[in-house]
């Protein structure tokens, strides 16, 4: 399995960035691609064109019902279809993860029309993001570390879960 965190340049810069924690602690699952907008990462490209990859992505228009567990769905790619299908995990071995504040995120899935082509699924708790390091992050919404974890649980990969989630709370302690 690969993470893929497509990085937008400013947060290499931020010391808020939550991916950095992955890198240090889970690098030989987890890289780091810089987004480019003109010049998109070849491997990812594709990767999604061979449909190897799947995109960690929430539309705001979407909204999969929440189920008091875990709940992974998978948003349709076309806009005019309204039907969301269940999706498991581990039929994929690339994640695709946008690593940025939640506006940037938009702007680069705006901007990447690969992205677009992309299967996306949608990770739902029910609980609230604990992340308070950064302002403006909307009600359901995971930081990048949060979201790597989840992933990690349902791949069935607890331990390195676990680790990264004490990295996490002294991190956001």
């Known amino acids: 399995m690969k993470i893929f965190l497509l990085t937008h340049e400013r947060e290499l810069h931020r010391a808020t960035n939550t ?47 929440i189920t008091p567990a875990l709940s992974l769905e998978i948003i349709p790619t ?28 938009k702007k680069i899935f705006n901007h990447s029309a690969y992205l677009k082509n992309a299967p996306q699924f949608t990770l739902k708790t029910v609980n609230n993001s604990l992340y308070k390091l950064r302002a403006n992050q909307p009600k359901g919404g995971l930081c990048t570390i949060e979201c ?26």
Not at 40 to 51: A, F, G, M, Y
Not at 151 to 172: D, Y
């Open 148 to 173: 790597i974890i989840e992933v990690l649980r349902l791949k069935g990969l607890n331990k390195m879960a676990a680790e990264l989630s004490i990295k996490f709370e002294q991190f956001n302690g």
């Open 19 to 65: 991916g950095a924690l992955a890198l240090e602690d889970a690098n030989e699952i987890v890289e780091r691609i810089l987004w480019q907008r003109v010049n998109p990462n070849k491997d990812l490209v594709r990767l999604i064109e061979n449909n190897e990859a799947v995109l960690l992505y929430s539309k705001a228009e979407s909204s999969p019902v």
């Open 78 to 105: 076309t806009e005019t279809s309204s039907v969301l299908s269940s999706v498991k995990i581990e039929e994929y071995d690339n994640i695709i993860i946008i690593d940025s504040t939640w506006q940037e995120a």
